[in-house]
């Protein structure tokens, strides 16, 4: 199935995760996130994997 996604957040797929979007442009994705519900680090994988995921890859260079 395809589906057209965008980024949350800056990086890679693996620790942001994407969301359905149809936004176009800036506007429409800032209408989506004023309409949301589920918090920006509510999408992130590595908050599901631990609480201190992020910390980890700082510690592991990741950022």
Sequence with gaps: ENMVVRCRTV???????VVASPARNVDDI???????RVTERGGRT???RSET???DRKKDGYF
């Design 11 to 17: 990086g890679d797929m693996t620790c942001t995760g």
């Design 53 to 55: 995921a992020m910390e």
């Design 30 to 36: 800032i209408a989506e996130v004023a309409a949301a």
């Design 46 to 48: 590595d908050d599901k």
